[in-house]
């Protein structure tokens, strides 16, 4: 079926003003970019008095659209509705709010289609700036067109598109269990008292890459790098990368191999650096960005990367990276430095062992759940894609 198509900007406000008074007493939600999920939910803010936030933040209301507008943000999905706890919304400079016209679109349509990947790549393609400050202009979204069916049409496309994001988030909810089951083994691991040492002191080090992305006809063939939302989802996406360029030879030591425990040092959201996941199954040609660490182990290691993995996830460990990660503009990012630093207590080898013989097969079932995922992914993608068409 072909449906009419329409701008953005001709159904839905771009940017747009309050459209009332706020009283600097009264309460409003404030969100950081933090706050909003690459899985396209947003926190309920924190309330605050608008005295507080009414200068230098954007401003929106609950439900508005609210897209990251910085790299790596928006390339890594930053695109949500509000859903606050007060009418009126504060937060940071780098959203665009995208404000739809009721009465001609869906919020939750125009919401999957913004999310899809086919919109999301012409959008990076539009980005202007400078390296690690790229952005992608309102003027994008005002011209972009999209298929426009009639609203209750709308309505069951986006119903469709929700009950496929539902399915892919119980997945996830089953691989967060599973993570509990295996922080919990670890814990017991852990618990046998010891003088605390750093990573550094245990033999742990880290190397990375170089981002470098092929744009047409200057796209190596097989040649990929990774970006950060391979691993930042909590198990490893190969299909999160980018074609590197003809031209670039990468050294062997950037090449990503199986059984690679990966880290990552940078990301829009403070919850997802340091988030550590393995390669597996890993595409011949993957290649190290350089927000992304490969762990390495020096000869005589104190610790086994299993044990590693799952110390990263670990509250001691989240506290110091929100504590020691710095930058700023909707990028954090931690260096090896101080990573490094990081102090704990380590058991002994034959705990370590028998930690890793109990979590292989909780490693089983995740890496089962984590390939059910990667299809749901794949099935979410195309019906975004084929709602972009004017085909779901």
């Not at 016209?101 to 990076?124: F, K, M, T």
């Not at 909707?330 to 430095?337: A, K, L």
């Not at 109990?358 to 059910?372: F, H, L, Q």
Request: hydrophobic share 40%; glycine share 8%; net charge neutral.
């Amino acid at each position: 079926m072909t449906f009419a198509r329409a701008r953005v900007g001709d159904i839905a406000q771009i940017n747009p003003r309050l459209a009332y008074d706020v009283a600097d007493i009264d309460s409003v939600s404030f969100l950081g970019m933090a706050d909003v999920s690459e899985l396209g939910w947003t926190n309920s803010g924190i309330s605050r008095p608008y005295s507080e936030v009414k200068r230098g933040y954007t401003t929106f209301i609950n439900g508005d659209l609210l897209v990251a507008k910085i790299t790596p943000c928006f390339e890594n999905g930053k695109i949500a509705q509000a859903v606050l706890d007060h009418e009126t919304g504060v937060g940071s400079t780098e959203f665009h709010v995208i404000r739809p016209d009721s009465d001609l679109v869906d919020s939750r349509y125009l919401l999957h289609v913004l999310r899809s990947p086919a919109v999301r790549r012409a959008g990076e393609a539009r980005m202007t700036g400078s390296a690690g400050q790229k952005r992608v202009p309102a003027s994008y979204f005002g011209s972009l067109e999209i298929p426009l069916p009639p609203v209750p049409e709308q309505r069951r496309i986006a119903a469709v598109l929700d009950q496929a994001d539902n399915l892919r988030e119980k997945r996830r909810r089953a691989l967060a269990l599973l993570d509990e089951l295996a922080d919990s083994l670890f814990l017991e691991c852990a618990s046998t008292p010891g003088t605390p040492l750093s990573l550094k002191d245990c033999g742990v080090w880290f190397s990375s890459g170089k981002s470098v992305v092929g744009l047409g006809t200057s796209e190596h063939s097989s040649n990929r790098v990774l970006k950060v939302n391979a691993v930042s989802t909590g198990h490893f996406v190969p299909a999160a990368s980018k074609s590197l360029p003809l031209s670039y030879s990468p050294p062997p030591s950037h090449r990503v191999c199986d059984g690679d425990l990966l880290f990552t040092r940078a990301s829009g959201s403070i919850d997802l650096i340091g988030v550590s996941v393995f390669a597996l199954k890993t595409p011949d040609g993957m290649y190290l960005p350089d927000k992304l660490w490969r762990v390495e182990l020096s000869a005589g290691s104190l610790v086994s990367k299993p044990f590693l993995h799952a110390l990263f996830r670990q509250t001691d460990f989240r506290s110091f990276v929100e504590t020691e990660a710095s930058g700023s503009s909707g990028v954090r990012n931690i260096s090896q430095s101080n990573v490094a630093r990081f102090r704990s207590s380590i058991p002994s080898r034959d705990a370590q062992r028998l930690f890793t013989r109990r979590t292989e097969e909780i490693d089983g079932a995740r890496d089962s759940m984590a390939r059910e995922l990667d299809a749901l992914d794949g099935l979410f993608a195309s019906l975004q894609d084929r709602a972009c068409l004017g085909e779901l």
